[in-house]
């Protein structure tokens, strides 16, 4: 890898890069076509962090932001132990293909192994391609045996 692929740091994010993460936030919000609302992924973003209900990545090289992934913690039933959710990644256009992604990913998979978790579970949109690619490359397992269901309200 080229330096200027490696040039980034990978960060545990805090209250202080809430300013780094919410142009982020919102853009991976519209990739969802969801319309731009800066002010409320601000106070999401650092409730979030203020109540450590969320943890978040940040990949930044000097002051620019170029991804992350936020993770919610959760449990297993099964396993009677923890697990957690990959909500959101994104990595912004100029930045993919530079290993931010999977840097995140596995930030977040040392997460799961330093928390005792069993493991992670994520979604992604089925014409994610290039996403479900690096998935099933970090050994990611589509789910074959179970459907998942969601009650909007």
């Known amino acids: 890898m080229s330096n200027k ?3 980034f740091q990978l960060l545990r994010a805090g209250a202080e890069h809430v300013d780094l993460l ?5 853009a991976y919000r519209q990739f969802y076509q969801l319309p731009s609302d800066l002010p409320r992924a601000r106070a999401y973003l650092a409730e979030r962090l203020r109540e450590e209900e969320a943890v978040v990545f940040l ?3 000097e002051s620019t932001a170029l991804g992350f992934t936020l993770l919610y913690p959760s449990f297993s039933s099964l396993s009677m ?6 909500n959101d990644l994104y990595v912004v256009p100029e930045a993919r293909r530079r290993g931010v992604a999977r840097a995140l990913l596995e930030a977040a998979r040392r997460l799961a192994l330093e928390t ?3 493991g992670l579970t994520l979604e992604t949109a089925t014409d994610n391609y290039s996403a479900q690619r690096l998935y099933e490359q970090l050994d990611w397992q589509r789910d074959t045996e179970f459907f998942h269901y969601s009650l909007t309200l």
């Open 59 to 61: 990949a930044a090289e």
């Open 81 to 86: 132990k923890p697990l957690w959710i990959l």
């Open 116 to 118: 005792g978790a069993v």
């Open 5 to 7: 692929q490696s040039s």
């Open 22 to 26: 919410v142009p982020l936030f919102d």
